[in-house]
Nanobody
Framework: QVQLVESGGGLVQAGGSLRLSCAASGRTFSSYAMGWFRQVPGKEREFVAAISWSGGSTYYADSVKGRFTISRDNTKNEVYLQMNSLKPEDTAVYYC???????????????????WGQGTQVTVSS
């Protein structure tokens, strides 16, 4: 079992940057693949980025590719999402998610993840 707590959200102007963190409890964090998703009211949860347990493989949604970077530090039990060149359409609640073992081939599907954080709000003003 792993518990996830996101932090780092806030209000930023378009073009700015934010770094989200997700702290995981438990001693087996390094055995989990991790993902970031986002959601706006009235819409489905949307894939943002995913990273394998080792950090050797990363995947991104086309909408954030080249602007966002996912990384992890297994010694600190944390995963990060560096967000640069933010746009108003990036405004959402951002969620951290964990999946035991290997990244699924459907890494973009929220149902492939077993554990979720409570979310952190990111608001980008124009």
């Amino acid at each position: 079992q792993v518990q996830l707590v996101e932090s780092g959200g806030g209000l930023v102007q378009a073009g700015g940057s934010l770094r989200l963190s997700c702290a995981a409890s438990g001693r087996t964090f390094s055995s989990y693949a991790m993902g970031w998703f986002r959601q706006v009211p009235g819409k489905e949860r949307e894939f943002v980025a995913a990273i394998s347990w080792s950090g050797g493989s990363t995947y991104y949604a086309d909408s954030v590719k080249g602007r966002f970077t996912i990384s992890r530090d297994n010694t600190k039990n944390e995963v990060y999402l560096q967000m640069n060149s933010l746009k108003p359409e990036d405004t959402a609640v951002y969620y951290c998610a964990a999946r035991k073992g290997l990244l699924s081939g459907r890494y973009y599907d929220p149902s492939e993840y077993d554990h979720w954080g409570q979310g952190t709000q990111v608001t980008v003003s124009s």
